[in-house]
């Protein structure tokens, strides 16, 4: 007698594993995001909360899962949160940074936006991000106003020289700025903080380098007083 075949699977069945496969999927890639991300329904219950959300809120997603938002988080009612989530509930997206209630110090951003018939929250710690540009925003004030006393410089040399060899300008302008420059690199060199006043007379001096201990005689501290 031959072995009876398994019967064919049908097309309810076929999907209905085709769909959690598709939800196994979604879980493992939600579980690998390092923001926090949880999702609600219609009715306020919670669909959605991976891995870095039960490490940010310190519960586990079998505490959770299918429990209203508002029994879970009573603290987010009557007040903001409520009413982006309201306003992402009827499709608007919102963002908002604040500090971290869990995480002192921390500042968080909260990005509220449309799921289905409900609503899906990501929080992401800013905190580094934010750090980061206002030292860039710093750094670029501090790079405009020495700009601006680097050119004033410049004007003030280029004055001083057509002043006093106006027939030689182009030359004795030249040698001051190549003198200027060098002092720059100087500063760079020792990040804008200190330089040597032997190093920085050597530097001007450069294309003197000859008459440097014979006619020039370089004495007194390296280093500028405190």
């Not at 076929?14 to 390092?34: D, H, I, K, P, S």
């Not at 299918?66 to 963002?95: I, M």
């Not at 710690?125 to 206002?134: L, M």
Request: charged share 25%.
């Amino acid at each position: 007698m031959s072995e009876k075949q398994p019967p064919p699977k049908g097309r309810a069945q076929n999907a209905g594993e085709q769909l959690a496969r598709e939800r196994r999927r979604f879980e493992a890639a939600l579980n690998t995001v390092a923001d926090v991300f949880y999702a609600l329904d219609a009715e306020w219950r919670i669909v959605v909360f991976n891995a870095s959300a039960e490490n940010y809120f310190g519960f586990s997603a079998q505490e959770v899962m299918g429990r209203n938002l508002w029994d879970v988080f009573p603290q987010g009612r009557g007040g903001r949160y409520e009413d982006l989530c309201q306003k992402a509930k009827h499709g608007g997206r919102s963002t908002l940074v604040m500090p971290s209630a869990l995480k002192p110090g921390r500042l968080v951003e909260i990005t509220f936006a449309p799921w289905d018939n409900g609503v899906c929250i990501a929080i992401t710690d800013v905190t580094d991000r934010q750090a980061r540009e206002a030292q860039v925003r710093q750094l670029m004030a501090e790079v405009n106003h020495r700009s601006k006393n680097l050119l004033a410089v410049v004007q003030a040399v280029a004055r001083q020289t057509a002043s006093k060899s106006p027939k030689d300008f182009v030359a004795s302008f030249e040698h001051r700025l190549m003198a200027l420059a060098k002092a720059q690199d100087l500063l760079i060199k020792s990040d804008w903080r200190r330089v040597g006043l032997e190093d920085l007379v050597r530097a001007e001096l450069e294309h003197f380098v000859a008459l440097i201990g014979r006619r020039i005689i370089l004495q007194g501290p390296t280093r500028p007083g405190r």
